[in-house]
């Protein structure tokens, strides 16, 4: 394919997604609805998904950044809800959905309806973590949906692997599938608890913030390849050394954290654009690809497979939530009391992406010198599925959220307390002043002393200010006018350094050294008001 077109794509996809944080559309339905849209355009080139391109190039970053973004001590917490839905509704999923699709249409084999089955059971990291990110769940269960999404994807992998082997001839019992399983697993878990420890020993020794975050971005495509080379799970790789680093980020310099978050949110932003806009381009391949499969009856598969997908996965739900708890006192005291409302959305949250696609385009063509049986069909049931969730499930899930009248963040006292967590480190920052003053070493001016003092005070104080009463005239808190403020005095700066550099009064370099600082304060400024 040509460069022009998929820049193209790729600059498109990143519009659309900008523009739909303007409208009350998740940026993931808008893209694939203008995918599809675009893909009846002539002139417009097939974007055949490539497996080999999509699972070791686009979905290493892509669960990197979900899981630096997730929380280590958030997961271990919820570790029991997020293993029954990462594994046992996977392996449950693909059981049930490929024995009743088997039954559903005629002719075809139960091993490729099991293929079919392990393609769709997992719901997707990208769609999973935008879409709560957009709607704002309540915070146990987002834990919970990014860490099904982190970790489902291995489970899915390894089950297709398992039923492909049986599906081409090759064989495949229950025990070299449980075995495979494993394998996949334990050695994925073990190729990131090997990389975790020296790559993050790696990243603090580094002193140029260009060469950490060049090394930032190697890090899960290392972690993936060097898992699925030992025939391990590079998912799982990628997942543990993400978690291990973000946990530990606050041990490297602050240039490379500021300087990383900034790449990983462009790369971010741009993968999970082009990812969902490449869904919406795949439907004319997977038309032309249906052969026998046409008419109503295919639409009829559809819509019964897109149900027992939903169907399936809250007969799974609820008593995943509810029987432990009930066999168990050990979950009962550890874990907090539920009622339905939390299920349902966690049941109604299984919106499919791209994984699912990347793998069934990755079925082969033939299978013991004949043509796989149903393979066009599993294409398009993975489509129809994809698309099916996330419109109908996408589209319904913040309604649900409203209707059911799930309790919201409460700002309020999330900036109470970090209120009182910056008073605590500002306190600990105080006294760590006064001891470095009494040094004759570190003797300062009164002036300058009283400086830091000021900064100390300042940022302990704005976040009760946040809490504080609210300026009549503009409605904001003293905080946010001192953050406004602090910003058009700093933009006045700027406009001097860049006239000064244009009358040649100082050069190029020195005006970048100065704005380097003023971007630097700004930073902070912007960061605090997140």
């Known amino acids: ?70 929380s280590y001590l958030d997961l271990r917490a919820n570790l029991r809800p997020v293993a029954f839905l990462s594994v046992g509704y996977v392996l449950f999923a693909t059981v049930i959905v490929g024995w009743l699709v088997s039954l559903l249409v005629p002719g075809l084999p139960l091993t490729s309806a099991l293929v079919l089955g392990a393609v769709i059971a997992p719901p997707d990291a990208v769609a999973a973590t935008a879409i709560a ?6 915070p146990r269960i987002t834990a919970i949906l990014q860490g099904e999404s982190l970790v489902n994807d291995a489970t899915a992998i390894t089950a297709y692997k398992v039923a492909l082997a ?14 495979e399983f494993l394998v996949a ?67 490297v310099d602050f240039a490379t954290r500021l300087q990383e978050e900034a790449v990983w949110k462009m790369v971010s932003f741009i993968l999970e654009s082009a990812v ?28 019964v497979v897109f149900a027992l997908v939903v169907v399936v996965r809250f007969v799974w739900v609820f008593p995943a939530t509810y029987l432990p708890k009930w066999l168990s006192e050990r979950i009962r005291t550890r874990e907090p009391d539920v009622d339905w409302k939390g299920p349902t959305i966690v049941g109604w949250a299984g919106m499919r992406g791209v994984v699912s696609l990347a793998i069934a385009f990755s079925v082969p063509l033939t299978a013991e010198g004949e043509p796989f049986p149903g393979r066009n069909l599993i294409l398009f049931l993975t489509f129809t599925t994809v698309i099916a969730t996330l419109g109908v499930q996408g589209l319904t899930l913040a309604p649900l959220i409203r209707l059911l009248k799930l309790p919201k963040r409460d ?4 900036t109470l307390a970090e209120a009182q967590a910056q008073s605590e480190a500002s306190q600990a920052a105080e006294a760590r002043l006064d001891e470095l003053l ?29 809490l504080g009463t609210v300026n009549e005239e503009t409605g904001e808190s003293a905080d946010a006018t001192y953050r406004r403020l ?45």
């Open 133 to 138: 990110r957009r709607l704002g769940l309540p």
């Open 1 to 70: 394919m040509d460069a022009l077109p998929l820049l193209a794509m790729i600059a498109g996809s990143a519009v659309v997604a900008g523009m739909a944080r303007r409208t009350p559309v998740p940026a993931p339905l808008l893209l694939v609805a203008v995918g599809i849209a675009a893909s009846f355009v002539p002139g417009v080139p097939d974007f055949t998904l490539d497996p080999h391109i999509v699972l070791p190039l686009l979905l290493p970053p892509l669960l990197h950044t979900a899981a630096l973004e997730s």
């Open 185 to 251: 697993a334990v050695g994925g878990v073990g190729v990131g608890l090997l990389l975790m420890v020296p790559l993050h020993w790696l990243r603090t020794r580094l002193t140029e913030p260009i060469l950490q975050n060049t090394l930032s971005l190697l890090i899960p495509f290392v972690a993936y390849a060097t898992a699925e080379y030992v025939h391990a799970s590079g998912v799982l790789a990628v997942v543990v050394v993400a978690l291990h680093l973000g946990h530990r980020s606050w041990k």
């Open 411 to 414: 700002v309020h006292a999330e």
């Open 438 to 466: 009494a040094d004759e070493r570190n003797a300062l001016p009164g002036p300058l002393a009283d400086r830091l003092r000021t900064v100390l005070e300042r940022r302990r104080n704005a976040v009760w200010e946040r």
């Open 276 to 303: 969902f806009a490449l869904i919406g381009l795949q439907l004319p391949v997977v038309l032309r690809g249906l052969g026998p499969y046409a008419g109503w009856t295919v639409l009829w598969y559809a819509l």
């Open 166 to 179: 049986a599906a081409v001839g090759e064989g495949a019992s229950w025990s070299a599938g449980v075995q």
């Open 486 to 530: 602090s910003r058009q005095v700093i933009d006045a700066e700027r406009a001097v350094f860049v006239e000064l550099r244009d009358s040649r009064r100082i050069d190029d370099e020195l005006m970048r050294t100065l704005l380097r600082r003023l971007d630097l304060e700004e930073a902070a400024a912007w960061r605090a008001e997140e």
